[in-house]
T-cell receptor
Framework: AQSVTQPDIHITVSEGASLELRCNYSYGATPYLFWYVQSPGQGLQLLLKYFSGDTLVQGIKGFEAEFKRSQSSFNLRKPSVHWSDAAEYFCAAYYNTNAGKSTFGDGTTLTVKP | GAVVSQHPSRVICKSGTSVKIECRSL??????MFWYRQFPKQSLMLMAT?????????EQGVEKDKFLINHASLTLSTLTVTSAHPEDSSFYIC????????????FGNGTRLTVT
């Protein structure tokens, strides 16, 4: 079955430090990959997406993600975290064969220390 | 672009009553809409998938008679929680995608339902 794994449930970083959130996907074919961010009590906002081509994709709010086929990974990075980045982050995969449905990871909660 | 509007953002209702939640795509045609339920500190749980003009497809374990979904147009889907009970209290989120294979999901801001 298709699955998306976010190994880190909770990450704490200091403001100004770099950030990497991990995401691994399963399945034979390469899916479309997305990262979303959710602030408390809100819906999800798209940060970036990967379909094909350049494996390093740039997103909003200074985030980027790198697709590595050999590792089935799509890790999210930010060079310098701001206190406003504290939120829940979800990695998601979309497979054309899954009736239009996306598969979500369990999410990673990011806490930013002053 | 690609804005999804979800209303209401919060609703409190009494046990036994029904509540309707609307999800509208404001600037694109949503061929497919999804309804999720999210428990505190958890990921999204897909409840059902709706395609315009056809019956919704419910995930296993979701009561279709309790959670009525209508996708009457390319810009509007509704979720009606019928005969609500306190255990139905949750955060409900809709999302929509257009017909392109590479379309991401566009999410509404969610509805916090509290059943008293």
């Amino acid at each position: 079955a298709q699955s998306v794994t976010q190994p880190d449930i909770h990450i704490t970083v200091s403001e100004g430090a770099s950030l990497e959130l991990r995401c691994n996907y399963s399945y034979g074919a390469t899916p479309y990959l997305f990262w979303y961010v959710q602030s408390p009590g809100q819906g999800l906002q798209l940060l970036l997406k990967y379909f094909s081509g350049d494996t390093l994709v740039q997103g909003i709010k200074g985030f980027e993600a790198e697709f590595k086929r050999s590792q089935s990974s799509f890790n999210l990075r930010k060079p310098s975290v701001h206190w406003s980045d504290a939120a829940e982050y979800f990695c998601a995969a979309y497979y054309n064969t899954n009736a239009g449905k996306s598969t979500f990871g369990d999410g990673t909660t990011l806490t930013v220390k002053p | 672009g690609a804005v999804v509007s979800q209303h209401p953002s919060r609703v409190i209702c009494k046990s036994g009553t029904s509540v309707k939640i609307e999800c509208r795509s404001l600037d694109f045609q949503a061929t497919t809409m999804f309804w999720y339920r999210q428990f505190p500190k958890q990921s999204l749980m897909l409840m059902a998938t709706s395609n315009e003009g056809s019956k919704a497809t419910y995930e296993q374990g979701v009561e279709k008679d309790k959670f009525l979904i209508n996708h009457a147009s390319l810009t509007l889907s509704t979720l009606t929680v019928t005969s609500a009970h306190p255990e139905d209290s949750s955060f409900y989120i809709c999302s929509a995608r257009d017909g392109r294979a590479d379309s991401p999901l566009h999410f509404g801001n969610g509805t916090r339902l509290t059943v008293t």
